[in-house]
């Protein structure tokens, strides 16, 4: 039946592409499914160096995981540096990872930008770190946005060269879950960038704490084109694709009922009925964020409780592992 493994980052604006690509899915999965869920601070400090905010944002993501319907009793939420195993299986991976792999990776390129010898080496060395989060589980599957797909397919590689090494057929190969119809959301400012959490324009993105005026505000004036009724066209229509398809996954319909709904409205008439399904969808999870946020101690012992059962999982694989490559058992 398989194990899912999924992390989220601690950075700073949770918001709906998150929801939509990662966070939903992880609600229906734990259904079905043994599920780990882990809030990925090791990789949030690539990018993010304040201790406070840093804190801040652990509990934050933790709400809104825990908001959106992730159950505790179900599945293991915690935090990624509690559970030591990662950090020490991407080590024994850092040093049977050809550099030749990571120059490939397209987000170090973007992320680093133009001076890359300033880049921190945690940045460059981030998929192999992503690599144990799921292979210290040995996971079968990993839900994601089409924006982790490559990084996924490197886990795919990492895990067949360990294997191939230490001649064993210890790692399973891990396989992407891409699923729903917005598995890949955008700025609601620009139809051709990705929805993300450091877009420096709030009215980009849609966060998971805006309250129901702010939400209505932002659809509405999210950009759109002068052709009257709404259909789906990526490349000559990037806006109403991206609303028509955000539109559709919190409808829980298909972007073809949507269009057939909405093939002669004008652009005010389906934003303001957007905005109503996005208000009824979005704001009850803000308030349940507010409300978890508000006892933060009842957070870390969920968080806590989580990393006690991932570590369950994750000690006897990393023995096993230290083990095949000559290391003392842990
Ligand atoms: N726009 C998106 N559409 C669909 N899925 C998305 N994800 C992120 N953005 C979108 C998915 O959310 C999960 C958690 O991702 P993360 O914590 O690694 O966040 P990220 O990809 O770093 O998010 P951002 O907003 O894109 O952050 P920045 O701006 O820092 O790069 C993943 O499953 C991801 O696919």
Excluded at 108 to 130: C, D, I, Q, T, W
């Amino acid at each position: 039946q398989g194990l899912i493994f999924s992390g989220i980052q601690p950075t700073h604006g949770i918001h709906l592409g998150n929801y939509l690509g990662a966070l939903r899915n992880w609600v229906t999965l734990q259904e079905s499914h043994r599920c780990i869920y882990c809030i990925v601070d090791q990789h949030a400090l690539t990018t993010l160096q304040d201790a406070a905010q840093m804190r801040r944002n652990i509990h934050e993501v933790a709400a809104a995981i825990l908001a959106s319907g992730v159950d505790p009793k179900r599945s293991a939420l915690f935090v990624q540096s509690s559970v030591a195993a990662h950090a020490r299986l991407a080590w024994v991976l850092n040093c049977v990872t050809p550099m030749g792999w990571l120059n490939r990776m397209t987000q170090f390129k973007e992320k680093a930008g133009k001076h890359r010898e300033n880049a921190p080496v945690g940045l460059f060395s981030y998929p192999v770190l992503m690599a144990a989060d799921i292979l210290v589980y040995r996971a079968t599957h990993v839900p994601v946005g089409e924006d982790q797909k490559q990084h996924l397919e490197l886990a795919r590689d990492i895990a067949a060269i360990f294997n191939r090494k230490f001649e064993s057929e210890f790692f399973p190969q891990p396989e992407p879950l891409i699923l729903g119809e917005a598995t890949r959301v955008m700025s609601l400012r620009d139809g051709t960038k990705k929805m993300s959490k450091s877009d420096t324009s709030d009215m980009s993105r849609i966060n998971l704490t805006d309250d129901a005026d702010a939400i209505a505000q932002k659809i509405r004036r999210a950009k759109s084109d002068a052709i009257l009724g709404i259909s789906f066209d990526r490349e000559n229509r990037p806006e109403a694709s991206n609303l028509l398809t955000i539109y559709a996954a919190l409808a829980g319909s298909t972007r073809a009922e949507v269009e057939r709904e909405y093939a002669e409205a004008s652009f005010s008439d389906f934003k303001g009925r957007l905005a109503d399904l996005a208000v009824e969808k979005l704001a009850p999870i803000a308030g349940e964020m507010r409300r978890l946020l508000a006892d933060p101690g009842y957070l870390d012992s969920i968080l806590e409780d989580g990393a006690a059962q991932a570590r369950a999982v994750a000690d006897p694989v990393l023995a096993q592992v230290h083990e095949l490559v000559g290391f003392p058992r842990p």
